[in-house]
């Protein structure tokens, strides 16, 4: 048993009586329950939404396995800092949610004292509030609340590091192109309409390319066939909502 400020290491008592072999969502909640003990001073609970949908099936078991071990070593260790722990662990946990399940995410619910200000997070990373902007949009987490505090301390851990970035950035990409739907991206394709259209004085693609009647012979006609894209696939997108 591993002992921790006195008592027994409650997280290690759940991973050493999971039943690795049970179905993976199973197995994925008790290792999130492991994680609620381990980290309760500073996480409440772990949820997935309520649009979860796990596989049938995993494409890839030696991936599930390895995190699965990483997920282990890192919720048994003693030695690395709690918040450190913790960004490797949810790291980890995020990865493997993401591979066993098709549709959903997951919802940290943190203890309030975990949560720093926009202020200090900036301090912390030496940014501009823009920055930390620009950072949320990449996939910095900001918990949905109407109190002052809103980023959880590990961000600095993630956020100071190029390569933890570089995974938080791509973890995040797959979350939101999964989950996105069909509402995101008519959204998605309107924006990237406007953006043609500005650069051609708020024109519509049929007022710029009215009078064209062979693409090909264009000074650019890769534009042409870019944006007409765009346009048919917001029209299909559209007539299929209707």
């Known amino acids: 048993m591993i002992i921790e400020e006195g008592k027994i290491n409650s997280a290690a008592l759940i991973l050493d009586n999971i039943d690795y072999e049970k179905d993976p969502a199973f197995v994925?909640?008790?290792?999130?329950?492991?994680?609620?003990?381990?980290?309760?001073r500073s996480v409440r609970k772990i949820l997935?939404?309520?649009?979860?949908?796990?596989?049938?099936?995993?494409?890839?078991?030696?991936?599930y396995k390895k995190l699965i071990?990483?997920?282990?070593?890192?919720?048994?260790?003693?030695a690395m800092h709690p918040v450190e722990n913790l960004a490797v662990t949810k790291y980890f946990l995020d990865s493997l949610f993401l591979l066993i399940s098709d549709k959903g995410?997951?919802?940290?619910?943190?203890?309030?004292?975990?949560?720093?200000?926009?202020?200090?997070?900036?301090n912390g990373l030496k940014?501009?509030?823009a920055t930390l902007s620009r950072y949320v949009n990449l996939g910095l987490e900001v918990v949905e609340t109407n109190k002052h505090n809103r980023y959880p301390a590990h961000v600095t851990f993630y956020w100071k590091d190029s390569l933890w970035s570089s995974r938080i950035q791509a973890i995040f990409q797959a979350f939101k192109i999964r989950?996105?739907?069909?509402l995101d991206i008519i959204k998605e394709l309107e924006e990237e309409n406007r953006t043609y259209e500005k650069s051609h004085g708020n024109k519509s693609f049929y007022e710029v390319y009215a009078q064209v009647k062979n693409p090909d012979e264009l000074e650019d006609p890769?534009?042409?066939?870019?944006?007409?894209?765009?346009m048919d696939e917001l029209e299909e997108l559209t007539n299929e909502d209707q």
């Open 179 to 182: 989950n996105r739907t069909r």
């Open 222 to 230: 890769e534009k042409y066939y870019d944006w007409k894209d765009i």
């Open 28 to 40: 994925f909640l008790m290792l999130a329950h492991a994680t609620e003990m381990k980290h309760h």
């Open 48 to 63: 997935h939404t309520e649009d979860t949908v796990f596989k049938q099936k995993i494409n890839s078991h030696d991936e």
């Open 69 to 78: 071990v990483s997920l282990s070593e890192v919720l048994r260790d003693t």
């Open 127 to 129: 940014i501009s509030k």
């Open 105 to 122: 995410s997951l919802k940290y619910d943190y203890q309030h004292d975990y949560l720093y200000s926009s202020s200090l997070i900036c």
